[in-house]
């Protein structure tokens, strides 16, 4: 059983990580001066909290195959 979580819990991480490497949507062209700052701190954001998912979700699949028989 904690195989099969295991898979599913990665297949789902690396899923979701290749549209988020992808973009397979991404934001619109900027419509003011302000618009390449603000894209600018969207895509940081949206980087780091990616980095975090994928470290969090791998350590979760990690610690299901780990304690596994408990």
Request: no cysteine; proline share 1%.
């Amino acid at each position: 059983m904690g195989l099969v979580l295991l898979i599913i819990i990665w297949l789902i991480t690396f899923a979701s990580t290749y549209f988020f490497i992808a973009k397979t949507w991404w934001l619109p062209t900027g419509a003011s001066a302000a618009a390449a700052g603000i894209d600018h701190h969207f895509t940081t954001t949206f980087i780091l909290m990616g980095i975090v998912f994928v470290a969090a979700q791998v350590s979760l699949g990690a610690l299901v195959w780990i304690y596994r028989d408990r």
